[in-house]
T-cell receptor, first 117, second 111 residues
Framework: DAGVIQSPRHEVTEMGQEVTLRCKPI?????LFWYRQTMMRGLELLIY????????DSGMPEDRFSAKMPNASFSTLKIQPSEPRDSAVYFC???????????????FGSGTRLTVV | AQSVTQPDIHITVSEGASLELRCNYS??????LFWYVQSPGQGLQLLLK??????LVQGIKGFEAEFKRSQSSFNLRKPSVHWSDAAEYFC?????????FGKGTRLSVIA
């Protein structure tokens, strides 16, 4: 398996624009997580899915953020409208179980570095 | 709520020296503990994890960690550091909830 694939790797956008981040999890993984990494707050969980169903979105900072998982092989995280404080690295991770069972625990993608100017 | 504390923001060690990175956790149930490593511009890679059993766990790249329930700690160790070990290291705790990560410890390696 190619691992968790995220796109784009880098995104620079102007304030007020819509941004869509994409993630392809590892086939067979039932859980998908979106984390955000900043210097100030570290790695924060935004939302997670189990079998394509959102389970907990309490980490989503505002209504400007939304996430979907239309099928087992694809998820999106959308920010509309974007603001400079959204600048961060956004990681997608997938796992067989919530506990992180299996050889690789949560497997992370390479992340999307978002810059909002 | 669960939390992870990594007291050391930045550590510098000489190549060949031993290493210990500290991690303390707070979790209301049986903790599942992890150490991840992140190289610049990369995602997180799992080094090792503890679920149950032997409290000393071995991981990849020569790393090991010891779970001490009485101290709520899960410190990462390596007997001899290589220059390629320079990276950011994250401790995480989970179980019945998604993983919560510490703020990380940046490791620098000098000749």
């Amino acid at each position: 398996d190619a691992g968790v694939i995220q796109s784009p790797r880098h995104e620079v956008t102007e304030m007020g624009q819509e941004v869509t981040l994409r993630c392809k999890p590892i086939s067979g993984h039932d859980y998908l997580f979106w984390y955000r990494q900043t210097m100030m707050r570290g790695l924060e969980l935004l939302i997670y899915f189990n079998n394509n169903v959102p389970i907990d979105d309490s980490g989503m900072p505002e209504d400007r953020f939304s996430a979907k998982m239309p099928n087992a092989s694809f998820s999106t995280l959308k920010i509309q409208p974007s603001e400079p404080r959204d600048s961060a690295v956004y990681f997608c991770a997938s796992s067989l179980t919530l506990k992180g069972a299996g050889n690789y625990g949560y497997t992370f993608g390479s992340g999307t570095r978002l810059t909002v100017v | 709520a669960q939390s992870v504390t990594q007291p050391d923001i930045h550590i510098t060690v000489s190549e060949g020296a031993s290493l210990e990175l500290r991690c303390n956790y707070s979790y209301g149930a049986t903790p599942y503990l992890f150490w991840y490593v992140q190289s610049p511009g990369q995602g997180l890679q799992l080094l090792l994890k503890y679920f149950s059993g032997d409290t000393l766990v071995q991981g990849i790249k020569g790393f090991e960690a010891e779970f001490k329930r009485s101290q709520s700690s899960f410190n990462l160790r390596k007997p001899s550091v290589h220059w390629s070990d320079a990276a950011e290291y994250f401790c995480a705790v989970g179980g019945n909830t998604p993983l919560v990560f510490g703020k990380g410890t940046r490791l620098s390696v000098i000749a």
